[in-house]
């Protein structure tokens, strides 16, 4: 694999990294480039995926790691009971990229829309508690 460089690539801590993989396959049509396991078998220490164009890493959450790992402040969404981010992708058709995650699993947050800065929008929450917002630019107005 040739190295890429991309400004900035969201590491997510996942409750379910395995899970979370096969979720973004069919929702968000990633691919997956590598994963590595932990010595338990049952959870991984890295995960990487290209989704839309860019890297994503994924972990899952090592508890009894927290303290040393971000000071015991990263946390996976369902453990926190929220989340802080969204992740945005730029789609060809939001209505499509909406209906594929919640089709998948995701929670719709908000329909897609005609938003005033000139996309059309959407949010859904996946399985996992991550924030997904999809947009596409919508034609200019004819005057």
């Given at each position: 694999m040739t190295a890429q460089t991309q400004g900035v690539i969201a590491h997510l801590s996942i409750d379910g990294a395995t899970e979370a993989i096969e979720f973004y396959k069919d929702?968000?049509?990633?691919t997956e480039v590598m994963r590595i396991p932990a010595e338990d078998g049952k959870r991984l220490l890295h995960a990487e995926l290209m989704v839309?164009?860019?890297?994503?890493?994924?972990?899952?959450d090592f508890v009894e790691y927290r303290d040393q790992c971000g000071g015991g402040k990263m946390l996976p969404p369902r453990v926190a009971g929220s989340t802080g981010v969204s992740l945005h992708l730029s789609v060809a058709d939001c209505d499509a990229a909406v209906k594929r995650a919640t089709d998948a699993g995701a929670t719709l947050l908000t329909?897609?829309?005609d938003a005033f800065w000139g996309d059309r929008y959407g949010l859904v929450l996946d399985p996992f508690g991550h924030a997904w917002s999809f947009a596409h630019p919508l034609p200019p107005k004819q005057s």
């Open positions: 929702a968000l049509g990633a839309n164009g860019s890297r994503l890493f994924i972990a899952d329909a897609p829309f």
